[in-house]
């Protein structure tokens, strides 16, 4: 499925996700965890703050 980074903006193709799961961006290295189908269809997805 696709996948357009909330940071980056840039779209990736990953393999199919379960709700929870984590997958990280290939062109900024974020991650981003899978929440589900939205109302919509859509797939959402949220970042995970790193802690530093
Ligand atoms: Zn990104």
Not at 11 to 33: A, H, Q, R, Y
């Amino acid at each position: 499925m696709k996948v357009t980074c909330l940071e980056c903006q840039n779209e990736f193709d990953i393999e199919t996700v379960s709700v929870g799961d984590t997958v990280e961006c290939p062109f900024c290295g974020i991650e981003l965890e899978y929440k589900g189908k939205s109302n919509e269809g859509k797939e959402e997805f949220e970042v995970i703050e790193e802690e530093k």
